[in-house]
Structure formats: structure tokens, C-alpha cells
């Protein structure tokens, strides 16, 4: 296994080695795409005659492949601006114009069936990457010793590691640069890559060498840019996805399953409509069955009781994740009470579920602490998924939220000694805390603006460590939770005392928020 630093200097140096002469004699003859290899020169280092008029009859073809595709480009955008002034009731940036301009990709007349999805990039797309370390670079740079290559670096796990992924980036540069790919698959891995990067920059460069290529973009290459596109929240989301939908006509690339299933995620306003033209081609809602739930749910009125018939309907075995979407959508709904119950059904003693799914507990204490304000709540819930799930696992991660409750939270006696504490938990199991810089910045200045003298949210006594920890045990429920914070026990009151703004005194009854 090679360092990152390491990995990128022996591809470059590859690069340099092998391409770079290739690519200076090339760049002599105004050439910017080749398809020969180091065969094709002479003993002296010139091209043979017979091989340069070959390049530049490529080179002429190239241009002329540009051209086209400029001018069918040109007039596929001026069709659009027709079509939109002829059609008033729809805003260009609207939805509608993009269902509209999807729609234009299928030829409905001579439609049979929506292909079905490549199974390989469906698998790319959802792909959980889990390598730390880059692998060796190739000894040469062959197409297929690339792709290997490739398929390997695409294994790695870049979201949350920066200097990875910016080692990852210069190598797949250098790949590209080096003008030796020729495999689709190949080019799709990249161009996935520089789309969850977010550089659609770098994604129009590695598009125009395909189409230098003579390589056709195909639905896969534009079912990476678009998954991405659609979780994007960007206020020219729209234009960029209607962007490379107008590039899916140029190429005339038609949708395949994958696509209806991007576009129906993407969508918010058009969903119904664009899911009622699914079921008419009969589009089966497997694959994305927890956004299908979620719709219809939000724009069908199902309830989650009518939702789980569904499932059983569908013959889709109720695991932890789809559980824990259940309990997101009644905390959407705001029946706290109805989610624990549906925990205690399936993931309790005796229940299905043999193990809870953690996103159940952060999305609960989320709710508690940052929705809506009752840190007791959400420690009570720590407490009760240890206790009843025996979920331990990633506990940390929870503290993070409650320590963005202590940003809206006004002063109140212990609100330093609680922010210190919910810091110190935070990095547990990972030697530095989660929370972000820019939420200690502000927990640092809400400290300044409280005029609390000496603050620094990295150090605590042993004395109010344990004082916290004490009440935080004392959030207990025995049996089933209790909402109601006048109807616990009253050590639980007091222990909820210390975390709310009353300094201390007693908490009237009919409060049960800060």
C-alpha cells in the first residue's frame, strides 16, 4: 500500500514517462486527440507519414464531431425557449419545464418498455466504500491495467477525509491527461468522482475527451451526474440537472429505470403527477421503496399502519432501516409517543428486529434536543435505547446534537458546565469531538455574550463531570417513555431542572418546553 503523497508522484511520473512524448508530438501537429500507442512511431521518435495523415484525418473528424454537436446543442436550446413561450403555463426554472424536457427524451409512440438499469452502475451509484489506503500504481499505463487501477481507487472511502480525496482527484487528472482511456466504465467511475466532488468543471472536460474519443456517452455516465445533481442543495440545482438533460438529448441517450428513479427523488412539487405516469408504464417502486414510502405518505395521506400492510403486500421484509424511516416519518408528524411504540414493537424484547439501527436514536434525540428544546428528552432517550435495545454503538455521535441545542438555548446556570460536558462526550471512542469548528466558534462567542468569564469548552472538572453525570442517570424511564414532563417521577423533574432555564427552581407543570 502506497501513502497518498507517494501514489499520486509514481502515477505522474508514469505520466510524464510514457504519455508526455507522445503527447508533444501530437500537440506539434495541432492535434488534441490520438489513438495510437508508442508502436506507432518510428526508431528517431517521428511519426510515419501514413500514421500523421491518420491523426489529422482523426483531428479533422474530431472538430467537425464538435461542431455538430455545438450546433445541435444550439438548436435543441432554441426548440426549449420555444417551446416554453409557447407553453405560459410553465416557468422555464419550474419543474414542469423539467419533467417537460425529461419526457422529450422518450419517444412515447415507439415506446415498449423503460430499459432496465445497468445493474454495475446501480451498484456504483449506492456503492459504501471502505479502503483507507490508496493502492499501488501500475506499472504501465495500459487501458486495462487503468481500469483495474481504477476500480481500486473507486473502493476508497474519500467523504470525510480531504487530503484522500484531493490525492484522488490529482490522480484521476493525471489519468485523464495521460488520454489512454478508452473503457466507458472506466470514464463513468471518474466522472461519478468529480460529480460528488462537485466540480462539474472537471466533468464537461472528461465528457468533451470521451466525445474526442469517439467514446459515446452513455445513460450510466449521465445517471452519476444527475444522482448527485438531485441531493444538491444549490439554488441552480434545476439549471444544472435541465443542463445535462439537454446533454442526454444531444447524445441521444434515452432514460433508463435508474433515471425515472433519479428523477422521481428529485422532484418535490411534480412527484405525484411524474409517479402516476410511472405506475403507467408500470415502473416497480422497489429500488427506491423508502422514497416511495415517504411519498406516499406526504401526498397520499398513508398512514404509517397502512404503510406497513403495503409492505407486507409487496412481500419487503421489515428490517431496522425501513423501521427507522417509520420513525422519522412520525416524528415528522410529531407523534414522538407513536415512534417509540413502533420501537417497542419490532425492535423490542421478543420483536423481529433483533437489532435497532443507531439512525433511529440521533434522529430521536435530533428531534428532542434541536426540534424541539428538551435536552432531558433526548438524554432520557440515550438512556432508554441502552437499557430496553441494549444499542451502546456511536453513542458520541448524540452529543453533537445536543450541543447545538446549547446554541438557541438562552443563560441559565449550568449552561457552561452542560456545553463543556456534551463537548468531552462528543469525542469519545475517536479522540477529538465531532463537533464542527464553526459550532465551537459560536458555542465560544453565545459564552462571551453571557459574559461567562474563562470559558474554554475543552476543559472540565471532575467535580462537574460527575454532578452532570449524576442527573443525567437520574433520566430514567422504567417501563415506557413518558412525554409528559409533569407525569415522570420527581427525581426525573429535578434532574430535567438542572438542563432547562429555571436556575435550579421548580418546574411548573404545565411547561414542558424551554
Not at 467511475?189 to 469517439?214: C, D, P, W
Not at 441552480?236 to 432514460?255: H, W
Not at 414510502?293 to 397502512?306: A, C, D, I, Q
Request: hydrophobic share 40%; glycine share 2%; aromatic share 12%.
Amino acid at each position: 500500500m502506497y501513502s497518498y503523497s507517494q501514489s499520486s508522484r509514481c502515477l505522474g511520473l508514469l505520466v510524464r514517462k510514457v504519455i508526455a512524448p507522445r503527447k508533444l508530438i501530437v500537440k506539434r501537429l495541432i492535434v488534441t486527440n490520438n489513438n495510437t500507442d508508442e508502436g506507432s512511431l518510428s526508431a528517431n521518435g517521428k511519426l510515419e507519414k501514413s500514421n500523421q495523415e491518420k491523426l489529422l484525418d482523426d483531428s479533422r473528424t474530431y472538430f467537425k464531431d464538435q461542431r455538430r454537436l455545438e450546433n445541435l446543442a444550439c438548436s435543441i436550446s432554441q426548440e426549449q425557449k420555444i417551446n416554453n413561450l409557447n407553453s405560459a403555463d410553465i416557468d422555464p426554472k419550474s419543474e414542469k419545464s423539467i419533467v417537460s424536457m425529461f419526457y422529450n427524451l422518450v419517444d412515447f409512440k415507439s415506446f415498449n418498455s423503460v430499459p432496465e438499469s445497468d445493474y454495475d452502475t446501480t451498484a456504483l451509484i449506492r456503492k459504501k466504500r471502505t479502503r483507507t489506503k490508496l493502492p499501488r500504481p501500475p506499472d504501465g499505463l495500459s487501458p486495462v491495467k487503468l481500469d483495474q487501477y481504477i476500480k481500486l481507487v473507486n473502493e476508497m472511502n474519500f467523504n470525510a477525509n480531504r487530503k484522500l480525496s484531493r490525492a484522488i482527484s490529482n490522480i484521476y487528472r493525471e489519468i485523464i491527461d495521460s488520454q489512454t482511456l478508452v473503457n466507458i466504465k472506466s470514464f463513468n467511475i471518474i466522472v461519478r468522482f468529480f460529480s460528488v466532488e462537485y466540480n462539474f468543471a472537471m466533468v464537461r472536460t472528461i465528457l468533451f475527451q470521451m466525445v474526442g474519443k469517439h467514446i459515446k456517452p452513455d445513460v450510466n455516465t449521465f445517471n452519476c451526474i444527475l444522482s448527485v445533481i438531485k441531493s444538491m442543495k444549490s439554488p441552480y440545482k434545476n439549471d444544472l440537472f435541465k443542463t445535462y438533460l439537454n446533454q442526454m438529448k444531444i447524445f441521444d441517450v434515452i432514460p433508463d429505470s435508474t433515471t425515472w428513479y433519479i428523477m422521481f427523488e428529485f422532484l418535490e412539487k411534480e412527484k405525484l403527477p411524474f409517479y402516476n405516469k410511472m405506475k403507467e408504464l408500470e415502473i416497480s417502486m422497489k429500488p427506491i421503496f423508502v422514497e416511495y414510502l415517504r411519498f406516499l405518505h406526504k401526498y397520499k395521506g398513508n398512514s404509517v399502519e397502512e404503510l406497513l400492510t403495503l409492505l407486507e403486500k409487496e412481500k419487503i421484509h421489515l428490517d431496522k432501516h425501513l423501521l427507522t424511516t417509520f420513525v422519522q416519518i412520525e416524528l415528522e408528524d410529531d407523534n414522538a409517543q407513536k415512534a417509540f411504540e413502533l420501537l417497542d414493537s419490532f425492535a423490542g424484547p421478543g420483536g423481529r428486529i433483533k437489532r435497532v439501527d443507531f439512525n433511529s436514536l440521533i434522529t430521536m434525540v435530533k428531534y428532542f434536543a434541536v426540534d424541539r428544546m428538551q435536552p432531558y428528552f433526548a438524554i432520557a432517550t440515550i438512556n432508554y435505547f441502552r437499557s430496553h435495545y441494549g444499542l451502546s454503538l456511536k453513542i458520541y455521535r448524540c452529543y453533537v446534537e445536543l450541543a447545538k441545542c446549547m446554541l438557541k438555548c438562552p443563560y441559565f446556570k449550568n449552561w457552561s458546565i452542560l456545553t463543556r460536558i456534551y463537548y468531552k462526550e462528543s469525542m469519545m471512542g475517536v479522540g477529538q469531538s465531532l463537533i464542527n469548528k464553526k459550532d465551537i466558534h459560536a458555542l465560544n462567542e453565545r459564552a462571551k455574550s453571557f459574559e461567562i468569564e474563562d470559558f474554554d469548552i475543552s476543559k472540565l472538572k471532575n467535580d462537574e463531570y460527575a454532578e452532570a453525570i449524576f442527573n443525567f442517570h437520574l433520566l430514567q424511564w422504567v417501563d415506557t417513555p413518558i412525554l409528559k414532563l409533569e407525569e415522570n417521577e420527581p427525581q426525573f423533574i429535578e434532574a430535567a431542572n438542572y438542563m432547562i432555564p429555571h436556575k435550579g427552581s421548580c418546574l411548573n407543570t404545565n411547561e414542558t418546553t424551554l
